[in-house]
Nanobody, 124 residues
């Protein structure tokens, strides 16, 4: 069973940046596609970024494209989410998630394991 532990959330003013990270246990991390999802107050959980096992493919929804960048360091079993130009509507709990197999997950139904989440709050 793979365990994911997020860190690096926090409180930031609008226009600021944060870089949450997600550390995975176990071996064969490069065989997992990894994604980030968020749940904002009063909303369903939504996809915000995904990356293939090799790191060669990434994808984002329009709401964060150009502001968020997902990356991974397979030697450290860690995936990152660089978030720039943050807006109050980016506030929420950010979850790291993984999919067995190297393809990049974009929906909750594809996910095999989840992290516990890290809170991101953007003040106006």
């Amino acid at each position: 069973q793979v365990q994911l532990v997020e860190s690096g959330g926090g409180l930031v003013q609008a226009g600021g940046s944060l870089r949450p990270s997600c550390a995975a246990s176990g071996r064969f991390f490069s065989y997992y596609g990894m994604g980030w999802f968020r749940q904002s107050p009063g909303k369903v959980r939504e996809f915000v970024a995904t990356i293939s096992g090799s790191g060669g493919v990434t994808s984002y929804p329009n709401s964060v494209k150009g502001r968020f960048t997902v990356s991974r360091d397979n030697a450290k079993n860690t995936v990152y989410l660089q978030m720039n130009s943050l807006k109050p509507e980016d506030t929420g709990v950010y979850y790291c998630a993984g999919k067995l197999g190297s393809r990049w997950p974009r929906t909750e139904s594809e996910i095999d394991f989840w992290g516990q989440g890290t809170q991101v709050t953007v003040s106006s």
